[in-house]
C-alpha cells in the first residue's frame, strides 16, 4: 500500500513509518505498516474533504502515522507506549501546545472511543474507518489471526461474538462517516448476526 500525498508530510512521518516496517513484530496481522498507511491514507481524505487548514492538517498526519506507534513494544496501553515513545521525537518539530493536541488524537483511538475535537473525530473514523467498507472481511481476517495469537479469541463462534458486540456498540463520530461509512457497517453486522445464528441452528 502506498502513502497518497506523500509530500504534504512532514520528514518525521516517513522515518516513522521506515522504523515500524522494520520493527513492527510479524505475529500482526492487522496493526501492521499496512494499517498505519491506510489510517493515513483516509486522513488525508478527511483532510480534503473538510479542507482542513494546513497546520492542523500536518498534525493530523503525525497523529495518524503515530497512532499505534506503540505496537513496536506491546499492544498493552499501546496508545500510551505510542505517546511516551514519540515525545522525545516530537518536540523538535512541534510546540507543546501542539503535542498535545497530537496526544490526543492518539488517545481517540483507543476503544471505546471518545473523541472530543473535530480533529480527534476525525482520527478516531479513519481508524476504523473499514468498519463500514468492503475490504472488511479481508481486514477483519488478519485481526482475527492476530486476536488469536494474543488468545483473546479461541474459535469462529467467539470471533463471531466479539466482532457483534464491537459493532453495535461502534459509532462513527463525523458526517463524512456517518453517511458514507455506517450503512455499510450496519449491513455488515446484520449478516455477522446471521452468520451466528447459523452456527448455532
Same mark, same amino acid.
Given at each position: 500500500?502506498?502513502?497518497? =500525498?506523500?509530500?504534504?508530510?512532514?520528514?518525521?512521518?516517513?522515518?516513522?513509518?521506515?522504523?515500524?516496517?522494520?520493527?513492527?513484530?510479524?505475529?500482526?496481522?492487522?496493526?501492521?505498516?499496512?494499517?498505519?498507511?491506510?489510517?493515513?491514507?483516509?486522513?488525508?481524505?478527511?483532510?480534503?474533504?473538510?479542507?482542513?487548514?494546513? @497546520?492542523?492538517?500536518?498534525?493530523?498526519?503525525?497523529?495518524?502515522?503515530?497512532?499505534?506507534?506503540?505496537?513496536?513494544?506491546?499492544?498493552?496501553?499501546?496508545?500510551?507506549?505510542?505517546?511516551? =515513545?514519540?515525545?522525545?521525537?516530537?518536540?523538535?518539530?512541534?510546540?507543546?501546545?501542539?503535542?498535545?493536541?497530537? =496526544?490526543?488524537?492518539?488517545?481517540?483511538?483507543?476503544?471505546?472511543?471518545?473523541?472530543?475535537?473535530?480533529?480527534?473525530?476525525?482520527?478516531?473514523?479513519?481508524?476504523?474507518?473499514?468498519?463500514?467498507?468492503?475490504?472488511?472481511?479481508?481486514?477483519?481476517?488478519?485481526?482475527?489471526?492476530?486476536?488469536?495469537?494474543?488468545?483473546?479469541? @479461541? @474459535?469462529?463462534?467467539?470471533?463471531?461474538?466479539?466482532?457483534?458486540?464491537?459493532?453495535? =456498540?461502534?459509532?462513527?463520530?463525523?458526517?463524512?462517516?456517518?453517511?458514507?461509512?455506517?450503512?455499510?457497517?450496519?449491513?455488515?453486522?446484520?449478516?455477522?448476526?446471521?452468520?451466528?445464528?447459523?452456527?448455532?441452528?
Amino acid at each position: 500500500m502506498k502513502l497518497h =500525498n506523500e509530500k504534504a508530510y512532514p520528514k518525521l512521518c516517513l522515518l516513522l513509518l521506515s522504523t515500524l516496517e522494520k520493527s513492527l513484530p510479524n505475529h500482526l496481522t492487522y496493526h501492521t505498516l499496512e494499517h498505519t498507511i491506510d489510517v493515513a491514507n483516509v486522513c488525508d481524505a478527511y483532510i480534503k474533504h473538510y479542507n482542513i487548514e494546513e @497546520n492542523d492538517a500536518k498534525l493530523i498526519r503525525v497523529a495518524a502515522i503515530g497512532h499505534d506507534f506503540g505496537y513496536i513494544i506491546s499492544p498493552i496501553e499501546h496508545e500510551e507506549r505510542s505517546i511516551k =515513545n514519540l515525545s522525545h521525537i516530537l518536540k523538535d518539530m512541534l510546540t507543546p501546545e501542539e503535542i498535545e493536541v497530537v =496526544n490526543g488524537m492518539i488517545r481517540a483511538t483507543k476503544v471505546p472511543q471518545v473523541p472530543t475535537t473535530f480533529m480527534e473525530k476525525i482520527v478516531a473514523d479513519a481508524d476504523l474507518d473499514y468498519l463500514g467498507r468492503a475490504d472488511y472481511d479481508l481486514l477483519s481476517g488478519g485481526l482475527y489471526k492476530e486476536f488469536q495469537y494474543f488468545d483473546i479469541v @479461541n @474459535n469462529q463462534k467467539d470471533w463471531l461474538d466479539l466482532q457483534i458486540k464491537f459493532l453495535e =456498540n461502534h459509532k462513527f463520530h463525523t458526517p463524512f462517516a456517518q453517511e458514507f461509512r455506517k450503512p455499510l457497517k450496519l449491513q455488515k453486522l446484520k449478516e455477522l448476526k446471521e452468520k451466528r445464528q447459523a452456527l448455532v441452528s
